[in-house]
């Protein structure tokens, strides 16, 4: 079984690298990366339109869970959710 990160997409300004996107294929949680450690997305915490969003870039939905766990109102876009730079 493959338990490495699934990259997702990178963020890049003029300057070059920012940041990378990855999505764990154990837990699903969405994983941030830029300098430092890492910030993590728990995948519950994600809403069904940001779901929608990332599975353009190859996010995978995790069986069994719940649409209706994950969309919780307040979070309506996932730049929210994200670090700030």
Do not use: H
């Not at 969003?53 to 995978?60: A, N, Q, S, T, V």
């Amino acid at each position: 079984m493959n338990v490495m990160p699934i990259r997702l997409f990178t963020i890049q300004d003029g300057e070059g690298f920012v940041a990378d996107a990855f999505q764990c294929p154990v837990t699903g949680n969405l994983i941030y990366k830029s300098s430092g450690t890492p910030s993590v997305i728990a995948y519950n915490a994600l809403t069904e339109e940001q779901i929608q969003y990332l599975e353009k870039y190859g996010f995978r939905r995790m069986n069994g869970a719940s649409a209706a766990s994950a969309s919780s109102p307040g979070s309506s876009t996932l730049e929210e959710l994200l670090p700030e730079q």
